[in-house]
């Protein structure tokens, strides 16, 4: 332990204990770094961190999730770093003497913790935007990205959208998914998207289909997944990773958990219009504005 800021007590006594059970050096490694990071920027020992610290220790750690200095999974990792550390400090309290004034602060962010946890694998905006940029000449294949990675639709859903089941409200177009309990607003970035697209579409029962013009399958997503991340020369992502971005960027942002849960569905001629009428449940409309990550239509659809 080579934090200045660490007392003799936990140099010499509670962390090489700590970490006698653990099997290899890269765990220790990890924690070493971790709990070493929080003294030193508090500029005090462990034991003498408080609720007011822990407390601010997690909005930082937030703040560079929203700035994209680190992933949502590096702050979970963190957390529950330091959640079993405080914990292996207070279950051996009376063997190393610690007053009980001190406290585990970690431990009441575990819950929100393992929510976003749901979701932990995510993939890096800028190979997202590599993912992008490749299906730039495939309308439908953007089109489809952009659905799972913004909207945070399942690859069973997607497959099953009609053009007609969008409904454009005086206050935003929305679209109905039948397993879900309510409709999704979509952002102006994917309206525009699909507004394009939909120019393109021929007519079939389906939003997407294949080359004789029937209903997609999962499958057909999957493999152009694998696709589109091999042009990009980034790794193999499944839709259901690229799903989870959406999540991650919902967090990432502020949004509670509900919110999330509901998003994920855990709830121009071509679309009916309703005028004079605004949507009543605006939830879905307030999480889609709290994300700040666009989507550019690709370039060859400004010449359409």
């Not at 999730?65 to 590096?74: A, D, F, N, R, W």
Request: hydrophobic share 35%.
């Amino acid at each position: 332990m080579n934090s200045i800021y660490a007392s003799e007590q936990i140099k010499q006594l509670i962390w090489p204990d700590f970490t006698a059970h653990f099997k290899n050096n890269t765990t220790a490694a990890s924690y070493h770094g971790d709990i070493c990071e929080i003294m030193n920027l508090y500029k005090k020992d462990f034991l003498s961190l408080t609720d007011r610290d822990v407390s601010d220790y997690y909005k930082t750690m937030k703040e560079k999730i929203s700035k994209g200095l680190i992933q949502p999974g590096t702050l979970s990792k963190k957390m529950r770093e330091l959640n079993s550390f405080a914990s292996f400090i207070c279950e051996n309290r009376s063997h190393y003497q610690v007053p009980d004034a001190y406290q585990n602060y970690f431990n009441p962010y575990m819950k929100e913790i393992e929510k976003i946890s749901k979701h932990a694998r995510s993939i890096p905006i800028e190979h997202i935007d590599k993912l992008l940029e490749a299906a730039e000449d495939d309308y439908m294949s953007y089109c489809i990205i952009t659905l799972i990675h913004r909207m945070g639709l399942s690859s069973t859903e997607i497959i099953e959208i009609r053009p007609e089941d969008f409904t454009a409200y005086d206050n935003g177009v929305y679209l109905n998914i039948s397993e879900r309990l309510r409709p999704v607003f979509i952002s102006e970035d994917v309206y525009l998207i699909l507004e394009k697209y939909l120019s393109l579409h021929q007519g079939h029962e389906f939003l997407f289909y294949n080359s004789r013009g029937n209903k997609l399958n999962t499958m057909y997503i999957s493999r152009m997944m694998k696709k589109y991340t091999g042009i990009a020369g980034i790794p193999s992502y499944s839709a259901e990773a690229l799903r989870n971005s959406c999540a991650y960027a919902m967090f990432a942002y502020h949004a509670a958990p509900g919110q999330v849960a509901q998003e994920m569905g855990v709830t121009e001629s071509q679309i009916r219009r309703y005028k004079n009428m605004n949507y009543m449940d605006t939830l879905s409309r307030s999480t889609r504005h709290l994300v700040k990550i666009k989507v550019e239509p690709p370039s060859g659809f400004s010449s359409l």
